[in-house]
């Protein structure tokens, strides 16, 4: 297409990529989002010398240094990970672009009304939207303008909630026969089982989230006490007992199947350089696998990791675990989170359900 056009590569901006890349050829369901393609290519471009970063115009330049302050409050003092800070990042640049285009910033005058519209005008992209990140992200942005003096309001407080249906926010789980059917078969592959097992184990017998199994260091296994030190999230540290098969199946896959001597990340690719995972889709891989193999329905059409997770709270609590026992386990802040759970009780809730006023509907 640069042929075709008479642009040499030299000459190719983030602005002039996009734009030639609106103009290709595509279908509603493509998953590859040309536009951000040609971005990440034109960036790749600079990164080798190949075309020349552009001059920042003052607005841009503005725009860059509060962005750049505003990561730097989300890694030191939120604790996120990088790759939220990305999507954060990602939804404040999108509001500031809305709002202002290519003017100077003016924060004194946002209000609602702007966040409001810039809400609408995202959701009006994706019927229906779901996606609650977009609010919790925006929140996060105007609650740094505020806490920084940018803004005379905190408008985190009038970021409206992305409607979800009331059953869609049940955990989705799977039964203790059903874990138990994915894990044997998750271990009987032959090629990478022992280390498939061992992650996955982590996150049935413990409840781990899918980026802490990845995160774990080979010094963060304190065989002599018998403790794992888990790093979670918000940059917050715990350490919790190994259970003998956990235990078991992480030292079967040191015997057996590690072999980098590269990294001190326990879990790493099964192909040379045998590296750290970039990222935990893996685990969603093999939980997919798992189920193909042994004709267990996943609970949701997505097959996330946070299913084991889901799974080993409603067993505790159906098996008459206190809501303060599997938020310890979870490692939860805030109770209200655990609190969820509390409707999976089936039994604990017919016990208190009063009975149906059938004489008093009958008069």
């Given at each position: ?116 519209a810039f809400m609408e005008h995202v959701i009006a992209r994706k019927t229906p939207y779901r996606d609650k990140t977009l609010s919790t992200h925006l929140r996060s942005l ?222």
């Open positions: 297409m640069l042929e075709a056009e008479g642009i040499a590569p030299s000459a190719l901006t983030p602005d002039l990529a996009v734009e030639l890349g609106c103009g290709l050829p595509t279908t509603p369901k493509s998953q590859i989002k040309i536009p951000n393609l040609a971005r990440l290519f034109v960036a790749h471009l600079i990164e080798i010398g190949v075309a020349t970063r552009p001059a920042l115009t003052p607005a841009k330049a503005e725009r860059q240094q509060l962005l750049a302050n505003f990561e730097s409050y989300l890694l030191g003092q939120r604790g996120l990970s990088p790759r939220s800070v990305d999507h954060v990042l990602g939804f404040a640049a999108r509001f500031l672009d809305h709002r202002f285009g290519d003017q100077l910033l003016d924060l004194t005058v946002l209000s609602a009304r702007d966040v409001v105007f609650q740094y303008l505020f806490a920084q003096g940018l803004t005379t309001t905190n408008l985190s407080l009038c970021v409206p909630r992305v409607r979800k249906p009331w059953g869609a926010r049940l955990p989705r789980y799977l039964s203790p026969d059903e874990v138990e059917t994915v894990l044997a078969s998750v271990g009987t592959n032959p090629r990478r089982g022992a280390r498939d097992h061992a992650m996955l184990l982590l996150m049935a017998r413990l409840g781990l989230r899918a980026p802490e199994v990845m995160a774990i260091q080979l010094d963060d296994v304190d065989w002599r006490s018998g403790e794992l030190l888990v790093r979670g999230k918000g940059q917050r540290h715990d350490r919790l007992p190994i259970p003998s098969d956990v235990g078991e199946a992480i030292s079967r896959y040191l015997r057996e199947e590690r072999t980098s001597t590269t990294t001190r990340t326990l879990f790493v690719t099964h192909r040379a350089p045998n590296r750290p995972f970039k990222d935990s889709q893996i685990i969603n891989m093999i939980l997919r696998e798992a189920f193909a193999a042994t004709g267990v329905k996943p609970p949701t059409p997505y097959v996330g990791s946070h299913v084991l997770r889901h799974s080993l709270a409603t067993h505790m609590v159906r098996s008459g675990a206190s809501l303060e026992e599997i938020g310890d386990l979870l490692r939860h802040r805030s109770r209200a989170t655990t609190m969820i759970y509390a409707k999976l009780d089936t039994d604990g809730l017919r016990s208190i359900a009063q009975p149906w006023p059938v004489v008093e509907a009958a008069r």
